[in-house]
C-alpha cells in the first residue's frame, strides 16, 4: 500500500477549538503549578538558579494561561478550572525530565493549534500561540541547560489525528 497526501484534522469547528483550547489550557495550569512547586523544592547549591528560572517560568505560564482563556472566552466559551495532573519526585532530574517533556508537548500541541487555528480564519488566535511558543521553547532550552542536555528534536502532537488519503 502506497501512502496518499496526509491531512490532519484542521478542518474543525469553533467548538472543537474551545475543547482543544481547555485541554491546553489545563496544561498551562499544570505548568503553573509544576514550576511553583518544583522551585520551592530543588535544593542545592546545583539548583540555585534554575530554582529561580522556575519561579520566572511560573509567571510566564499564568500569562500563558490568561490568554488561553481570553481566546476561549471570546470564541463564546467557557476555561476551564481543572490542572492537567502535576508529577512530584524527590529526584531533582526526574523534577526536571518531567517539566521538559511537558514543555515539549505544549509546543507540539500549539504548532496543531496554530494549523488549526488559521485553517478556521482566526488569524489572532494563531499569532497569541506563536508569541506563546517563543517563550516555551526558552523553558525547554532552560531546562535542557539545567539538565545538561541538547534540546531534543522537536515533537508531534499527540492529539494530532492523521488520516491517509488518496
Known sequence: MTKGNMTTGLNITREQMIQLLNVDLAGEYQAIIAYTVY????????????????????????????????????????????PK???????????????????????????????????????????TLRAIIVQEQEHEIDLCDALGINVPRPKEPADRKTVETK
Open 85 to 127: 495532573p502535576v508529577k512530584t519526585s524527590n529526584d531533582p532530574v526526574e523534577m526536571l525530565r518531567a517539566d521538559l517533556e511537558n514543555e515539549r508537548e505544549t509546543v507540539a500541541r500549539y504548532r496543531e493549534r496554530i494549523r488549526q487555528a488559521e485553517a478556521l480564519g482566526e488569524f489572532a488566535l494563531s499569532e
Open 39 to 82: 522551585s520551592q523544592v530543588l535544593k542545592g547549591a546545583a539548583y540555585t538558579d534554575i530554582a529561580r528560572e522556575l519561579e520566572v517560568h511560573a509567571g510566564e505560564e499564568l500569562g500563558h494561561a490568561i490568554k488561553i482563556a481570553k481566546q476561549i472566552d471570546y470564541l463564546g466559551g467557557m476555561p476551564g478550572v481543572m
